[in-house]
């Protein structure tokens, strides 16, 4: 019954080394977000889960991010052969949105998010 | 594609002040509109939000915004600033995509910085 959870807190990783960020939405939400957070920016959209629809990867920056959502509940995401530009806040969050849903529905509530440092 | 924009970067009031943040978005429909607060360490917490109706919405922790169509505006704010309320605010516009989902983007946020 909490709220979004996110694993692990913090990661620390060398550069070249692949990372798994792994993400627990709330229960019955049907969509989840991944999002990331460098330091002195806004939230920058990298990839949305809706059901059993095909994601929406319009926001990944290379093809070394990936994510996938197994069983319509927790989402893992991938960063491969990590450099040091990716150092950032990792958060995912999840909605209760509905295909075509209704207004009201769409408010995405934020995990507390991992925070990744490549050196 | 919509935008978010978040004037200033860094604000300071002294504690018992008022507090007007201002945000700025660029939409061409009727658009959602969020305000979000990250405390030191914390995700991100949703102070209020705005989908249709009474255009002055009522959110937590003390906190309303307004939305002007007019000038295409959601500034937040407070009557009376506590302490507790330094953190980063960030602003956000919802748009509907074909697949029935809402994208939101964000603005770069505002650091409040509250003085005794």
């Known amino acids: 019954g909490a709220g979004v959870s996110q694993s692990p807190s913090n990661k620390v990783t060398e550069k070249g080394k692949d990372v798994e960020l792994r993400c627990d939405p709330i229960s019955g939400h049907t969509a989840l977000y991944w999002y990331r957070q460098s330091l002195g920016q806004g939230l920058e959209f990298l990839i949305y889960f809706q059901g059993n629809s095909a994601p929406d990867k319009s926001g990944l920056p290379s093809d070394r991010f990936s994510a996938e959502r197994t069983g319509g509940s927790v989402s893992t995401l991938t960063i491969q052969r990590t450099q040091q530009e990716d150092s950032a806040v990792y958060l995912c969050?999840?909605?209760?949105?509905?295909?075509?849903?209704?207004?009201?529905?769409?408010?995405?509530?934020f995990g507390p998010g991992t925070r990744l440092t490549v050196l | 594609a919509q935008s978010v924009t978040q004037p200033d970067i860094h604000i300071t009031v002294s504690e018992g002040a008022s507090l007007e943040l201002r945000c700025n978005y660029s939409y061409g429909a009727t658009p959602y509109l969020f305000w979000y607060v990250q405390s030191p360490g914390q995700g991100l917490q949703l102070l209020l939000k705005y989908f249709s109706g009474d255009t002055l919405v009522q959110g937590i922790k003390g906190f309303e915004a307004e939305f002007k169509r007019s000038q295409s505006s959601f500034n937040l704010r407070k009557p009376s600033v506590h302490w507790s309320d330094a953190a980063e605010y960030f602003c956000a516009v919802g748009a509907r995509r074909s697949g029935g989902y809402q994208k939101v983007t964000f603005g770069t946020g505002t650091k409040l910085q509250v003085i005794p």
């Open positions: 969050a999840s909605s209760a949105s509905l295909a075509g849903g209704q207004r009201g529905t769409d408010t995405q509530y």
